[in-house]
């Protein structure tokens, strides 16, 4: 089993969906990173969190500390919203990310 | 925001010979930079951490004769792959951390190598 679980694996949605992505780890963590890759495969890093909940423009990224688990949320979904989301945790005492599998979201207009 | 930038963001080169791939902060000092690479549809593997000035710590399965790693400012680090193969064609991602705030990462965009 990964230490790093997302779920789904992939998504489509209709433009204006609330979409969910969720994140569980199995792992002790200072911090969890949402990173989003579009095709062309540059990442963008959106949130880094070690608790409570962040929020940048239509998305919200939550994070529940005993329960070992992360969401990410993005409201009224855009098609150019369409592209990988990975969930990646920093363990105590490291420098090292471990990378979730990713989500594929792919919003349709 | 913290910029990484990659060059080249592409490359063809042909078997058997080398390529370097610059990943560079350009607005604020990196004392821990990170290599990793992602093959097709597959999440990203760490091939190297790198603190400035200091040698490289490469995880384990990865050759470090063949991808050298060197850490020479607190704002470049360079990934060089010798004697490159087919096999080596992949996408090449570097991440750098400021020193202050260590659970920060800033991701570079990314290089794609192709070896034919």
């Known amino acids: 089993k990964n230490e790093v679980e997302q779920s789904p694996q992939n998504l489509t949605a209709q433009e204006g969906e609330f979409i969910t992505i969720n994140c569980s780890y199995s792992v002790g963590i200072s911090a969890l990173h949402w990173l989003q890759q579009h095709p062309g495969g540059g990442i963008v890093s959106l949130f880094m969190?070690?608790?409570g909940k962040k929020k940048h423009g239509r998305l919200i990224a939550t994070i529940n500390i005993q329960e070992k688990h992360s969401s990410l949320h993005i409201t009224a979904s855009h098609p150019r919203d369409s592209a990988v989301y990975i969930c990646a945790v920093r363990t105590y005492n490291t420098d090292k990310l471990i990378f979730g599998t990713g989500t594929r979201l792919q919003v349709f207009p | 925001g913290a910029v990484v930038s990659q060059h080249p963001s592409w490359v063809i080169c042909k078997s058997g010979t080398s390529v370097k791939i610059e990943c560079r902060s350009l607005?604020?000092?990196?004392?821990?930079m990170f290599w990793y690479r992602q093959f097709p549809k597959q999440s990203l593997m760490l091939m190297a951490t790198?603190?400035?000035?200091?040698?490289?710590?490469?995880e384990q399965g990865v050759e470090k004769d063949k991808f050298l790693i060197n850490h020479a400012s607190l704002t470049l680090s360079t990934l060089t792959v010798t004697s490159a193969h087919p096999e080596d064609s992949s996408f090449y991602i570097c991440?750098?951390?400021?020193?202050?705030?260590?659970?920060?990462?800033?991701f570079g965009p990314g290089t794609r190598l192709t070896v034919t």
């Open positions: 969190l070690s608790s």
């Open positions: 790198s603190n400035e000035g200091s040698k490289a710590t490469y």
């Open positions: 607005d604020f000092q990196a004392t821990t």
């Open positions: 991440s750098a951390s400021p020193g202050a705030y260590p659970d920060e990462q800033y």
